[in-house]
T-cell receptor, first 113, second 113 residues
Framework: KAGVTQTPRYLIKTRGQQVTLSCSPISGHRSVSWYQQTPGQGLQFLFE???????NKGNFPGRFSGRQFSNSRSEMNVSTLELGDSALYLC????????????FGQGTRLTVV | GNSVTQMEGPVTLSEEAFLTINCTYT??????LFWYVQYPGEGLQLLLKATKADDKGSNKGFEATYRKETTSFHLEKGSVQVSDSAVYFC????????????FGKGTLLTVNP
């Protein structure tokens, strides 16, 4: 069974640009969540999608957005990048997001210069 | 709100030593509890889980017991190996309409030969 796939693995962007990250969940999983990991703040929840609906959103500015497609694949977008957006962005998939275990992808390392 | 507190370390042990990483939590309802492990440059891997009080999760020699009376989920291993060197995260997800994992800050474990 294929795991969670995130693309790309690495990205370097310039301040002010925008970026789109992609996540393909495990087959049959309908919940996809996104987390930002930084040395200072640790793992912080961005948002969660289930059947194309956002059910929860973390405390991030509106520059961070996401969506989920009918095949459960998800994308997150960050507009007007800031240096502080440099982080490892992790996607997690689970069957329903309600207490079953979540499986993570390898992450996308975003560097903003 | 939900929170997880774990010993931050770093923890340095010799091979074959006994490992304990403490984790306590605050949550509404009856959360599911998890330990995740992160190797350098990788995403998070689920190590073990417990979904109700007194459950014991176990995997690869690691164990943790869900203690509701002390709101704890301490990770233990009887004999660590060099290959166990990684960052360990305690996490929970609670019921209701939350749909997000709450993580501790992580504990860096280094095992020396």
């Amino acid at each position: 069974k294929a795991g969670v796939t995130q693309t790309p693995r690495y990205l370097i962007k310039t301040r002010g640009q925008q970026v789109t990250l992609s996540c393909s969940p495990i087959s049959g999983h309908r919940s996809v969540s996104w987390y930002q990991q930084t040395p200072g703040q640790g793992l912080q929840f961005l948002f969660e999608y289930f059947s194309e609906t956002q059910r929860n959103k973390g405390n991030f500015p509106g520059r961070f957005s996401g969506r989920q497609f009918s095949n459960s694949r998800s994308e997150m977008n960050v507009s007007t990048l800031e240096l502080g957006d440099s982080a490892l962005y992790l996607c997690a998939s689970s069957f329903n997001g309600e207490g079953t275990e979540a499986f993570f992808g390898q992450g996308t390392r975003l560097t903003v210069v | 709100g939900n929170s997880v507190t774990q010993m931050e370390g770093p923890v340095t042990l010799s091979e074959e030593a006994f490992l304990t990483i403490n984790c306590t939590y605050t949550a509404t309802g009856y959360p599911s509890l998890f330990w995740y492990v992160q190797y350098p440059g990788e995403g998070l891997q689920l190590l073990l889980k417990a979904t109700k009080a007194d459950d014991k999760g176990s995997n690869k020699g690691f164990e943790a017991t869900y203690r509701k009376e002390t709101t704890s989920f301490h990770l233990e291993k009887g004999s660590v190996q060099v290959s166990d060197s990684a960052v360990y995260f305690c996490a929970l997800i609670s019921g209701g309409s939350n749909y997000k994992l709450t993580f501790g800050k992580g504990t860096l474990l280094t095992v020396n030969p």
